[in-house]
């Protein structure tokens, strides 16, 4: 990837639990059904379940501890987006979904999202039973797909034209990552 000059560095991104100073950033990203992140973050759902669904979680934000299974995306101490897991039934089973979302298109397409994306895989197989990790996302979504594969994770399978998105249909696509083949990557990266 050929970033642009102005990009952050890796070390300027991390993952972190959420404080209350992110707060109305988050409710106003969120909440915002205009939000240009509505249009990639499996836009093939109903906007007005979708909007349902985001307002009845920004009203619950301020009267929850903070969720291990989420964490904020911080960079240079900002809170741009956040990341998510959760485990594919049943408890136990060794397999975790994946989710990311950076808010702010302006964030899009600087090695932001690839680099929490692996702090992440990181922390998931550090913090949980995972065996495996997946991202389910839709063919139209090239960013998404190819900070997966970037990172390492193989395309686990496709169901041919099985979403819709502003009138024309996609590939529904899952891609996957073994705890194993992460953890020899990230040896043979840090020459161990
Ligand atoms: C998907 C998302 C997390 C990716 O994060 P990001 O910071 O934009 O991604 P990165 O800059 O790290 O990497 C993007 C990759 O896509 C490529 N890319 C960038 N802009 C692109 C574009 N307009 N079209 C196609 N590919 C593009 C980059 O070159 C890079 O690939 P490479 O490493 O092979 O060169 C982020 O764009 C986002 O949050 N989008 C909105 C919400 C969303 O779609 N969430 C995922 C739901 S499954």
Partial sequence: MTLPPDAPSPTDVS????????????????????????????????AASTTAAMQDYVELLGTRPPDPNERVIDVG??????????EEAPAGGGWWDLGILV???AHWGRGVGTRAL??????????????VVTFTTWGGNERMIRAALRLGFREAGRVREARVVAGQRYDSVRLDMLCADWERAQRESSGL
């Avoid at 993952?15 to 990639?40: F, V």
């Avoid at 692996?118 to 065996?131: C, D």
């Fill in 77 to 86: 101490g900002v809170c741009i987006g956040m990341v998510n897991r959760s």
């Fill in 118 to 131: 692996e702090l992440w895989v990181t922390a998931t197989f550090e913090e949980t039973n995972a065996h």
């Fill in 103 to 105: 808010y702010d298109p």
């Fill in 15 to 46: 993952i972190r639990g959420r404080r209350p100073r992110d707060l109305p950033t988050l409710r106003r990203w969120l909440a915002d059904p205009e939000a240009a992140w509505r249009k990639w973050d499996a836009p093939y759902f109903h």
